[in-house]
């Protein structure tokens, strides 16, 4: 049936009059009558009893007039949810990362989102990277994030590259790796222990040095086995292993705590520690080693709109 018949027929039916039905819609009172013609007419069976000045509903017109109603209503509901989306009055995005992203990265982004978009609902979901995948082919989060790993090649996603993660070799402000700390720019930082502590080569420290550091603020602290960022271990001396380490703990949270209380160094990624190394608390020196942070979601998709918002927020604040 035609939804615009359908919708004249339940006009005439809730007024009894075909004039008042065609003032509702906006119609002529001739148009009104020939859409009531053609649904009597792909029917089969007349919908109404026109008589003189009055109108009734034949038996065919009341029990086609239940289910108008409920047409009629999960229409207008069906507007008012689109319409509620255009306004931003509801809507969800649901994004998805492994644990570093959807613990260190993604959180730094949903309180601006939420400031600016109060009534829609963010979903920061955690995954295995393999489960991204077909996470994304059906349809159950919107974004998914990659680090420390290529999406793969055969699958059809449109890949945004977001930023370069670094990884530093860190340790407490409390020990005599560097001299107070002067300024809270964590570049500058960096230079001056580049430039007055580490032999360097091509602005990075050399290995030698770096295991040189190790020994002398031991013990390594090794991240988790799961840890994304496994080309750390280029950066460590060859008899250096997991197994035989004094002090092993199996979070990078625990981790950063017990280089805050002082003990030990150990790899981690930047967004883990920018933070505390902007604080003074804790101090490192970069690795030349870097991760791509990369954004996707199906190809020759449209997204949805809250998600398009998100991936503005995410833009507007690693912009500053």
């Known amino acids: 049936m035609d939804i615009q018949h359908l919708r004249a027929f339940y006009e005439v039916a809730r007024w ?27 029917i089969g069976l007349p919908l109404f009893v026109r ?19 409920e047409i009629i209503r999960t229409l207008e509901q069906a507007n008012r949810t689109i319409q509620d989306l255009r306004d931003l009055r509801q809507g969800t995005v649901t994004v998805a990362a492994d644990s570093y992203l959807s613990n260190y990265f993604l959180p730094r982004f ?15 979901r955690t995954h295995a990277h393999g489960d991204l995948y077909n996470l994304l082919a059906g349809g159950e989060i919107d974004l998914a994030f ?76 090794f991240p988790p086995s799961t840890y994304a960022f496994s080309k750390y271990r280029e950066f460590l001396p060859e008899e250096f292993s997991a197994a035989d380490a004094p002090l092993t703990v199996d979070s990078l949270e625990g981790i950063k705590t017990l280089l805050l209380n002082g003990s030990g160094c150990s790899i981690l990624p ?21 991760y791509p942070v990369i954004l996707t979601y199906p190809k020759d998709f449209r997204l949805p709109h809250p998600a398009l918002l998100f991936i503005g927020v995410i833009h507007k604040l690693m912009s500053k």
């Open 146 to 221: 990659f680090c420390g790993v290529e999406p793969a090649e055969n699958v059809p996603l449109t890949l945004e590259p977001l930023y370069q993660e670094r990884l530093f070799l860190v340790t407490s402000a409390k020990s005599t790796f560097r001299s107070i700390l002067k300024t809270t720019d964590v570049s500058d930082v960096v230079m001056l222990q580049i430039k007055r502590e580490i032999p360097e080569i091509n602005g990075f420290p050399n290995n030698l040095r770096i295991a040189e550091l190790i020994a002398e603020y031991s013990p390594f602290l």
């Open 51 to 69: 008589m003189a000045n009055h109108i009734s509903l034949t038996e065919a017109g009341r029990k086609l007039l239940a289910y108008a109603e």
């Open 110 to 124: 949903a309180g601006e989102f939420h400031r600016r978009y109060p009534s829609l609902q963010l979903q920061i």
């Open 270 to 290: 930047e967004s883990l520690i920018k933070l505390e190394l902007e604080q003074g608390v804790l101090q490192g020196v970069p690795l030349n080693c870097t």
């Open 16 to 42: 009894r009059s075909f004039s008042k039905a065609a003032k509702e819609l906006y119609l002529s009172q001739p148009a009104v009558s020939r859409q009531i013609s053609s649904l009597e007419a792909e």
